[in-house]
Structures are given as structure tokens and as C-alpha cells.
């Protein structure tokens, strides 16, 4: 039962600390990806 309260110690932390980031980072990925869409769209009617 130890062994058990222990891994999930070890293992448990990480792995929410690694959910947290990436719910975290997902939206300012979504918000860059969207400004570079932006960005390909200005450029592109540029050359026109």
C-alpha cells in the first residue's frame, strides 16, 4: 500500500503539473497560430 501512495507521489505530481502547463499553453498557442493566419493574409494581399 506504500509502494502504491508512493508512486502516485512521484508520478501523480509531474503528470498534473504537465496537464496544468498544457492547458495553460494551448490557448496562447490557438492566439498565435490565429496571428499568423493574420499575418499570411496581409502579406498575401500585399503582393497583389
Known amino acids: 500500500m506504500d509502494a ?3 508512486l502516485i507521489g ?3 505530481f ?3 503539473v ?3 502547463l ?3 499553453i494551448e490557448s496562447k498557442l490557438e492566439s ?3 496571428s499568423i493566419n493574420n499575418l499570411s ?3 498575401n494581399t ?3
Open 4 to 6: 502504491i501512495v508512493s
Open 46 to 48: 500585399m503582393q497583389k
Open 14 to 16: 509531474p503528470i498534473a
Open 32 to 34: 498565435l497560430t490565429n
Open 41 to 43: 493574409s496581409v502579406i
Open 10 to 12: 512521484n508520478v501523480g
Open 22 to 24: 498544457l492547458v495553460r
Open 18 to 20: 504537465s496537464i496544468y
